[in-house]
């Protein structure tokens, strides 16, 4: 395909993004995301239900005794450890098997363990129960995150993930009134099913059994692009080789790294807040009532911080957003603990909410966005341990430290029955006022990776809009040093993918265009001797620019494979590296004169320089003849962006291997991928069909990759 994501946005790229009521109208219209979203609204008020019944089925099986609290807390870390622990090992799981069979089955599994659930007298089975449940909700989760992003267009990824919290957080209210409801009918019903007469909490604990079997078919009539990650692998890796590439993905990406420690901060606080918030009430003399109040104010501004999210990404990058979300949530979190009563304490405390909200979207959104498909589950996976972590250990530190600390004592007169809390400083503040400036500082380092980040990744510094304009064909890049062996490659190459039945077009860089081609000649001549290293940099863009209007784009359109040698990356090696002109810059500049072309598929020729300039025979140009020191940054800088770069994208092979050896790996990887892409055409073109029949017009949104997937099949014959 080649997608080109178009620099800055322009106004008519900006109109699709927000929250504009055609938003809403298209994800309501998409059929894939409806039926996620019913899913997830049966399932969530279904678990909410369940969680509520479990914990009376405790006290049900052990009485008001000491034991039932400590089971109820057994039953609380059966619910948060798995996640904890599983995550990332769930996450590896979810890159690897079918993600929508993965869900129908682990909805089946929930289903099937809850109903069973009221059977059982055993403390035991009960948490073992609880468990299974989990484990398969560690493994549902990252799934569905996973799926969520390819489900929707891109502009419309922020009011998807608004939609999607309503539904799950919006549904607690709802799940208290039904719980009481369903427990209530238990006794009527008991005439027809006796057993409710002895166990009324087995009717909420059905109702959850029942959500989850009727998320299944709901999930099952989804349709999720084909998994193409496992395809193309020569050898099968080991789920530990998985887990461990995870982790390097997540360690090696700025962003993602960045924002996981972020989220993690954040969750920090909101632990610590949520297992104090009672304490500081009182504190403020507000009591009960009081608290739901703060609760409220805090309720309101999250709503407001997510409706805003929307307006805000289609100004700015969410790179951008999601630091002072939680630096914004930090300081209030200070202020409102200082506060001397509950009417001060309301508006900092909204403001706070407000800033949780939008951090709370935009990183949810960087992470499907950014997270290449193949990693998605890993990285959820990673991201769901990591808050789950936080929380925990928050809300078992936050009440230890006000206790070492010592709380605001409370002084009791006869003229206010019962006393009150003067204006003190004590362990419920201090506590408090330490989440926030943890958060705060977290905001800051946070903010400070992602700025360095977006610099060095200039193309991420756009506001989530428009989506990426897909072309048809495949777009395979060779790159490596003078000699490394890309001509002979691509020969090779081009003579199997046209044997497979594909129009190919091989080309190169510089050149490619008779305008290219003069370039070419002023740029290699020995005569060039003395060209100022921009003037280098500008006459391979401009090159580059012809070769993209006149050549690339076009054939790409016409579903043409196109394997070029040498693209953007040379230039960012070779002048930003190793000419020292800086690869961010040269980056910036390659986007603007190509549009933002982007190969599929770059394959790294990597051989030590040397090497590479004794394979080269006759007189070196006057690049090769650039010295040794120059061919060794440039080496490193290629394997350095390769390493860095998502690993979809870039196949790295060593040079020094046969021909033949190296033409068999890369035949395999180009075939592979044409024909997932024709299969996901295929697939594709008959959901498209039956939603046609369904549905005006058929409209269905995929993500980028399924985009990319359909439109790179179409073209081929
Ligand atoms: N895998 C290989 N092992 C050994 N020699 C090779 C290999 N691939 C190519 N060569 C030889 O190296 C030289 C340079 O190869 P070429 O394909 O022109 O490289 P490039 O296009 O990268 O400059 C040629 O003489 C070629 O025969
Ligand atoms: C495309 C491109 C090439 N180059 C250099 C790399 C090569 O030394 C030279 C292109 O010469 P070429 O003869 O195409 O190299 P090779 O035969 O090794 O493929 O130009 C840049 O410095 N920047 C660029 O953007």
Redo the contacts with the bound molecule.
Sequence with gaps: MGQADNGAASPEQVSPGGASPRVYAALFRNRDFRNLGLSTFASTLGDWIGFLAILTLTEDILGATRAAAFAVSAVMAARVLPSMLLGPVAGVFVDRWDRKRLMIACDVGRGIVMALIPFSDEILTLLLATLVIEVLSSLFGPAKDAVFPTLVKRSELVVANQLNLVVTYGTLPLAGVMFASLTALAGPLSGVIPFLGERAVALPIWFNAASFLLSAPLIARMRTPASRHRVGDHSAPSAWDELREGFRFIGRHPIIRALIVGVMVASAAAGTVISTGQFFANVVNAGPSGFGILVAAVGVGLVAGLGASAWLTVRLAPERLFAPGIGVAGVMLVTTAFMPSLAFAAAPAGIMGAGAGVAFIVGYTILQARADDRLRGRTFGAMNSGVRASIFGSTTAAPLLIGLIGREPRVVTEAVPGGFYPYTIGGVRLTLAAAGALAFVGAVLTGRALHRAVAEHPELDQPLTGDEVATEGLFVV?E???????????KLLRTAVERAGHRVLVTREPGGTPIGERVRELLLARSSEGMADRTEALLYAAARAQHVEEVLRPALEAGTVVIC?RFVDSSIVYQGAGRGLGEAEIDRLNRWATGGLTPDLVVL?DLEPDQ?LR???GEPDRLEAAGLGFHRTVAAAYRERAKRGDPHRYLVLD?????E??HVALRTTVLQRLADADADADADADAGADAGAEEDGGTFAVGEELARDTLEGRGHP
Excluded: N, Y
């Design positions: 060779f490596g040093g003078d000699g490394a062996g890309k001509s002979t490659q691509i040698d020729l590479g394979r080269v025979d040079a020094t291997r046969p021909v050896d190296l």
